[in-house]
């Protein structure tokens, strides 16, 4: 099993700057790819960001250039850094952990960002 806690969300006004962190414990030498989710206001979820434990990354359109996602494999974490948030951006965001070879994906229980003047 593996559990991931999210911290880090909030209140930001358009244009500002907001930093997730996901901690991850428990069976973790299967995991090979995390990355964040969200899911905003009658929005099916979505991907935001995943890296694999090699450093490789992938991000959604609507958020290249502007977020960055990172890993820090000895202290199992995972950082995405907002920048220039948007109303747009507002929603539930959730770390995501899968593992290998099963793909088996774990879930957060998610953290509220909301972009708004």
């Known amino acids: 099993q593996v559990q991931l806690v999210e911290s880090g969300g909030g209140l930001v006004q358009p244009g500002g700057s907001l930093r997730l962190s996901c901690a991850a414990s428990g069976s973790l030498f299967s995991i090979n790819a995390m990355g964040w989710y969200r899911q905003g206001p009658g929005k099916e979820r979505e991907l935001v960001a995943t890296?694999?434990?090699?450093?490789?990354?992938n991000y959604a359109d609507s958020v290249k250039g502007r977020f960055t996602i990172s890993r820090d494999n000895a202290k199992n974490t995972v950082v995405l850094q907002m920048n220039s948030l948007k109303p747009e951006d507002t929603a539930v965001y959730y770390c995501?952990?899968?593992?290998?070879?099963?793909?088996?994906?774990?879930w957060g229980q998610g953290t509220q960002v909301t972009v708004s003047s």
């Open positions: 890296i694999t434990r090699g450093g490789s990354t």
């Open positions: 995501n952990a899968v593992a290998w070879p099963s793909q088996r994906n774990y």
